[in-house]
């Protein structure tokens, strides 16, 4: 029970850093493309506007100053790297006929090839994209058509770079957080832990020593019984000590399910459910209702038989319990890929969204007048949850059509 808590806080844990790492990534790789997209396009926009102006500009025309009589304003860092940049461009006329072309970079493309590559970008109708190693922009003047291209092999490595220096140095610190996360785990789950054992070793504690007041209360009021007539006040006492030791002993099996370690073995689980659904036959008859039950045949499972027994005869109880007057019950036993799944279906009152979680939890009565009247004192459905738990399943109700149904499926 404690290395579960401690694992499943600690995968909490790890699934938060993982998913802030993501998101970090994500923010962080966005705003530097739309950064970097957005310098692009003002970078190929000043080659543009130099061309228009002076031609293809040298290194001596990369100046703001010497872009012509009118400088171009535009941020000083799209500037300094304009600068830096490598840039390609093949001027069209206005019939798509290369008329200059601009390839002084070492790019290991010939002519013929930057041009070829050009006119497919004309081609393709878009003013402005990305290509594997190149960005573009396509201006059109007078009596030209100019598709200029930036190299951005540089820059998409240094990206790539950011990505997986970010990826590797988030994947250390998620690992070293999270060795500090199990060692303080354990530091903040001690007293939780330490106070949860305390709890269980009270109430087994208790209800063992309450067993004997309990035994002898009953003894001596059925002796007196026996020398008495009929007293209201005796039969108080014996219907409040029966009460008692009820919730004493459903304490204790809760107890020792928490603590017991269960004995597994291999079960037939259709001629459990049957053995143990047919004995309420003879209660709902008194009632005035109908049983039925759906077993499949031959389901074998390894289990904990006890506490299987316990759990159909806790759920076909409260489906009786709580059915409506002439209403009809159905447990039922099926299994599917592997797990079983039990129901216990009776017509009754539909239980409020709210409750239904709550419902599980000890001593928890949503109408606390008739769960007493049934003899039922808000522990059957937990101890009935504590042996779906042991046998890592999971239990729950849902209302439908005028039906409570409590299913488990282990």
């Given at each position: 029970?404690?290395?579960?808590?401690?694992?499943?806080l600690i995968v909490i844990i790890m699934m938060f850093l993982v998913a802030i790492m993501f998101a970090t990534l994500a923010i962080i790789y966005g705003t530097t493309k739309?950064?970097?997209?957005?310098?692009?396009?003002?970078?190929?926009?000043?080659?543009?506007?130099?061309?228009?102006?002076?031609?293809?500009?040298?290194?001596?025309?990369?100046?703001?100053?010497?872009?012509g009589e009118a400088p171009i304003t535009t941020p000083s860092t799209s500037f300094h790297n304009f600068q830096v940049s490598t840039f390609y461009a093949v001027a069209f006329d206005l019939d798509g006929n290369p008329i200059d072309i601009l390839?002084?970079?070492?790019?290991?493309?010939?002519?013929?090839?930057?041009?070829?590559?050009?006119k497919n970008l004309l081609d393709s109708g878009q003013?402005?994209?990305?290509?594997?190693?190149?960005?573009?922009?396509?201006?059109?003047g007078d009596d030209y058509i100019l598709v200029t291209m930036m190299d951005t092999v540089l820059m998409d490595l240094t990206i790539s770079y950011l990505i997986k220096n970010m990826v590797v140095f988030g994947l250390v610190s998620i690992v070293i957080l999270s060795i500090l996360a199990f060692i303080l785990s354990g530091w903040v789950m001690k007293p939780i832990e330490t106070a949860y054992e305390k709890q269980k070793q009270f109430i087994s504690d208790a209800g063992h020593e309450l067993k004997t007041p309990i035994s002898t209360i009953s003894a001596n009021a059925e002796l007196l019984s026996r020398d008495m007539q009929s007293n209201p006040w005796l039969e108080n006492i014996k219907y409040e000590n029966e009460r008692m030791s009820t919730i004493v002993h459903q304490l204790l099996d809760l107890a020792r399910l928490e603590n017991i370690k269960p004995v597994m073995s291999e079960v037939n689980l259709s001629e459990l459910a049957l053995a143990n659904i047919m004995p309420f036959e003879a209660t709902a008859y008194e009632r005035g209702l109908e049983l039925n039950y759906e077993i499949d045949d031959n389901i074998m499972k390894t289990c904990d038989s006890s506490n299987i027994e316990k759990l159909v005869s806790i759920l076909t109880d409260n489906a009786i319990s709580h059915c409506t007057s002439g209403g009809s019950i159905l447990i039922s036993l099926s299994e599917d890929s592997g797990k079983v799944l039990l129901t216990a279906s009776n017509t009754g009152e539909e239980i409020p969204v709210n409750e239904r979680e709550m419902i599980f939890e000890r001593f928890y009565k949503s109408d606390q007048s008739r769960a007493e009247?049934?003899?039922?004192?808000?522990?059957?459905?937990?101890?009935a949850k504590a042996i779906v738990t042991e046998h890592s399943g999971k239990i729950w109700v849902d209302c439908n059509a005028g039906n409570v149904i409590f299913s488990a499926k282990f």
């Open positions: 029970m404690k290395s579960k808590s401690r694992l499943r739309i950064q970097t997209t957005k310098e692009s396009k003002e970078m190929l926009q000043i080659f543009a506007d130099s061309y228009d102006i002076n031609g293809f500009p040298d290194s001596s025309q990369l100046a703001p100053l010497n872009l390839n002084d970079a070492p790019s290991g493309f010939s002519d013929e090839e930057l041009t070829a590559y050009a003013t402005y994209g990305e290509g594997e190693t190149v960005t573009y922009l396509i201006t059109q009247n049934h003899g039922h004192y808000g522990l059957d459905l937990s101890i």
